[in-house]
């Protein structure tokens, strides 16, 4: 019997388990609100991204294009640069062995899309021809998925590149940390480490937005963080750590873990409900952090959106920063004043009252100053619960001159919170970095 002849992907999606079709049924809308979780994010953990979608990118022009739109280097990105260090050849700067955080800016230097980006060479499946050795996944906010597309067909005119959105039964993307065992997380191997088999193959990044984040996974759907090799003798450091139990989380549990760290990521348009990201086409990407948390290299060339962002981290003043934020009731049942926190902290039973609550995206953050009058000096990106991120002037919610002042934001129902801001402590070490490379 001739059986058919089936090309590498989809055979690569016929391989389903009765778990894989399981997780499908199950999986979320991106779109819908999930509950807030019943308790702080474990030590440890993994959770599948719903919220994120991928977009395939190949062929010979696939690096010079990307290069002329993303505010990292792709030529010369920090995965490669940590690794090759001593030899710097043509291969091993156009593709390196694991993704790296990025972004997508308009003209006017405003994020319009914040992204992983995956060299993905050696897994022929999500490309169309074996010559095709230049090639990328895009990962972007799920919400997002076809304005991203849009963007890079608007700019491809002749270049020798194929793009395809990516179906979400190829390929799933995890999150996957354990704050017991690292600090500072290196780069791992990418799927050169294994063999050929599509059972084997993953895409990876050290997910260093702030220190000790965790890491990215890309697996084929019909595989799982827990079944991957737990440590490997070539890896700088084991996939899935061996000195604790890890669990399976939901994907609220990562949200709230980022925020708690003073991480946004995702877009949404002004007036919406959001889960800490930044505002579609107005966030700068200094005020937003890009420059903490890696995105930004201000030695490569033009890009889009090169000119306000190289000129505002010339000029060193950047007076609002994206910080998480806490809520709290600014007066008890009795009427009587209640103190402002003291430290960061996600309380469950306060959070299941506030989250069907939260005020709108870029709703303002209010000063009362003793005469009665009100001046915004913040905007709120969204949260879980009774944490969030906001927008945060440094001049007037930070240090000695945020000390006995008093910070509002409103509801849709006109309801009041108070707003404590929170410098987190990489903040500095993460300035005082960038200080040294000026």
């Known amino acids: 019997m001739i059986r058919p002849y089936i090309c590498s992907r989809c055979s690569t999606r016929r391989l389903f388990t009765s778990s894989a079709r399981r997780r499908l049924q199950e999986t979320p809308n991106p779109t819908e609100t999930i509950s807030v979780p019943k308790s702080p994010p474990p030590s440890s953990g993994y959770a599948q991204l719903h919220s994120r979608r991928l977009i395939s990118l190949y062929g010979p022009d696939a690096p010079s294009f990307l290069q002329g739109l993303t505010t990292a ?22 593709n390196p062995l694991s993704g790296f955080y990025s972004a997508f800016l308009n003209a006017q230097g405003r994020i319009l899309h914040d992204v992983f980006i995956y060299p993905a060479a050696s897994i022929a499946s999500i490309r169309e021809s074996t ?32 793009l395809r959105r990516m179906d979400p039964e190829e390929w799933t ?37 702030a220190p000790g984040f965790g890491y990215r996974l890309l697996l084929p759907y019909f595989r799982h963080p827990s079944g991957l090799p737990r440590q490997k003798e070539d890896l700088t450091h084991p996939l899935i750590p061996t000195t604790t139990e890890q669990r399976e989380v939901r994907e609220q549990t990562y949200h709230l873990r980022r925020i708690l760290r003073g991480i946004a990521e995702g877009q949404a348009n002004e007036g919406t409900t959001a889960t800490g990201g930044f505002v579609k ?39 609002k920063r994206i910080l998480p934020v806490i809520l709290y009731e600014g007066k008890g049942t009795d009427e009587s004043e209640i103190a402002e926190p003291l430290a960061l902290e996600f309380k469950p039973e306060e959070a299941q009252e506030y989250g069907g609550a939260l005020p709108n995206l870029a709703a303002d953050i209010e000063r009362i100053d003793a005469d009665g009058k009100v001046k ?37 129902a006109g309801k009041d919170f108070r707003v404590k801001a929170f410098v987190p402590s990489w903040f500095e070490e993460k300035a005082e970095a960038l200080q040294l490379k000026r």
Request: proline share 3%.
């Open 73 to 94: 280097n792709i030529l010369f990105p920090p995965s490669a640069s940590s690794q090759n260090s001593s030899s710097k050849t043509s291969s091993s700067l156009a």
């Open 131 to 162: 010559h095709d050795t230049s090639s990328y996944l895009v990962e972007c906010d799920a919400s997002e998925l076809d304005s991203l597309y849009s963007l890079l067909k608007k700019y491809k005119l002749r270049a020798k590149v194929n």
């Open 173 to 209: 993307i995890w999150s996957v940390w354990d704050d017991t065992v690292y600090s500072e997380l290196g780069p791992i191997q990418g799927p050169s480490e294994f063999s050929s088999k599509s059972s084997n193959i993953y895409l990876s990044a050290s997910d260093n937005r």
């Open 281 to 319: 086409g107005q966030s700068l990407p200094l005020e937003s952090n890009l420059d903490y948390m890696g995105a930004l290299d201000f030695r490569k060339g033009c890009y889009v959106g090169q000119e306000l962002t190289i000129r505002t981290y010339h000029t060193g003043v950047v007076r």
């Open 376 to 412: 915004a000096q913040g905007k709120w990106l969204g949260g879980i619960g009774n944490v969030g991120l906001a927008l945060c002037r440094l001049s007037a919610m930070t240090g000695e001159a945020s000390q006995g002042q008093t910070f509002k934001v409103t509801n849709q």
